[in-house]
């Protein structure tokens, strides 16, 4: 009965592999969020669709590439990783965008 | 552009009173909010504020003051399991949220 969950929770690769994070929710949401939070906590922003559409897409480089099959799922994937991308990476989602509910993270670490 | 500050770390005592400021200057604004995360997990949903004044729920409470982009959350009757980062974040138009660094309570015996 998992509200919001990502797989996997951790991921190990090795630079210039591509990798890919899947996110569901169950919670009937109609929009979904990617942030990024680094190594000093920082939680930033990196893309969000509503209703499959995209509609916030920040300053990320377009390694980066979100797909959103249907409003319950949002996946990520990563092209060309470089040791930069190690962070842990967070799905949320929200219904009229008040509180945003969390998935438990990606740990994502690049050697 | 956004600019949220908040102090990067704070101690308290057990049964203390803490209060976590907040400071923004944002591009826009509709509504703000104070999530809690402990170390390893994800950030879990606490208040939200969009008109002026205070909002209690229970040992937490969360203050805003728009005319000077202002916001406090206030924890109440300190307790171990609150040793957390405490994120303040900004809402700009309908979906965006802008976070601040956090603040790491620390709550001491």
């Known amino acids: 009965d998992t509200a919001v969950s990502q797989t996997p929770k951790y991921l190990v690769t090795q630079m210039g592999n591509d990798k890919s994070i899947k996110c569901e929710q169950n919670?009937?949401?109609?929009?979904m969020y990617w942030y990024k939070q680094d190594s000093k906590k920082f939680l930033k922003i990196m893309f969000s669709y509503n209703n499959k559409e995209l509609i916030i897409n920040e300053t990320v480089p377009n390694r980066f590439s979100p797909k959103s099959p249907d409003k319950a799922h949002l996946n990520l994937h990563i092209n060309s990783l470089e040791l930069g991308d190690s962070a842990v990476y967070f799905c949320?989602?929200?219904?009229?965008?008040?509180?945003?509910?969390f998935g438990p993270g990606t740990r994502l670490t690049v050697t | 552009g956004q600019n949220i500050d908040q102090p990067t770390e704070m101690t308290a005592t057990e049964g203390a009173i803490v209060q976590i400021n907040c400071t923004y200057q944002t591009s826009g604004f509709n509504g703000l909010f104070w999530y809690q995360q402990h170390a390893g997990e994800a950030p879990t949903f606490l208040s939200y504020?969009?008109?002026?004044g205070l909002e209690e729920k229970g040992r937490f409470s969360s203050f805003l003051s728009r005319s000077k982009g202002y916001s406090y959350l206030l924890l109440k009757e300190l307790q171990m399991k609150d040793s957390a980062s405490y994120l303040c974040?900004?809402?700009?138009?309908?979906?965006?949220?802008?976070f601040g660094a956090g603040t790491t309570v620390t709550v001491r015996a």
């Open positions: 949320a989602s929200t219904q009229s965008g008040v509180e945003q509910y």
């Open positions: 974040a900004v809402r700009d138009g309908d979906y965006k949220l802008s």
């Open positions: 919670l009937g949401h109609d929009t």
């Open positions: 504020n969009v008109l002026d």
